[in-house]
């Protein structure tokens, strides 16, 4: 018998949210939590021009704005165009960690972490990829304030 992942009702949660739309912060909320995050999207974007749409749990009401409306097109998190047009083709759900992406050291120098994460209090990041329809992908990110460390091997199984 496998291992009992305690989620705390969040499966049903994300069941609600399903049909009412006005759970998904307190989804969002949950999910933060269960992973030791702080704040949470849930996103859907063009994997291109950076243009997006989210719904947000513990962010300044200014993170999507700020997010959509320039931090996207210099985010080095994004990958490379050649990849997202291959990737969209073949589309797997997958974890990321913006260290899986760029040493931490590297992201750090960057205008993204210095001028849009760092005054958000965004440290680490993970993104979970859930669809993708053409150029557009939906995601749900999930960040760390630098007091609380890295995402740990545990928190991104139960992301997984």
């Known amino acids: 018998m496998g291992a009992r ?25 949950r999910f933060a939590d269960m ?3 702080g704040g949470a999207i849930l996103m859907w ?8 749409v989210g719904v947000t749990a513990r962010f300044d009401p200014k993170v ?21 047009r291959k990737a969209v083709r073949h589309f797997v759900p997958s974890v990321i960690t913006d260290e899986s992406r760029l040493a931490k050291a590297d992201l750090m120098r960057t205008e993204f972490y210095n001028d849009f994460m760092r005054p958000f209090d965004f440290h680490s990041t993970v993104s979970i ?4 329809e053409g150029l557009d992908g939906a995601t749900v990110d999930v960040t760390k304030p630098l007091h ?8 991104l199984d139960l992301c997984r």
Do not use: K, M, S
């Open 5 to 29: 992942i305690e989620t705390g009702g969040i499966v049903d949660l994300i069941y609600d949210a399903a049909l009412e739309p006005d759970l998904w912060p307190r989804l969002l909320e």
């Open 35 to 37: 992973i030791g995050g």
């Open 45 to 52: 974007q063009n994997q291109l021009t950076g243009e997006g």
């Open 64 to 84: 999507p704005e700020a997010f959509f409306g320039h931090f996207a097109a210099c985010n080095p998190l994004r990958p490379p165009a050649e990849y997202i």
């Open 129 to 132: 990829g859930l669809a993708a």
């Open 148 to 155: 609380r460390g890295p995402f740990t091997d545990n928190e």
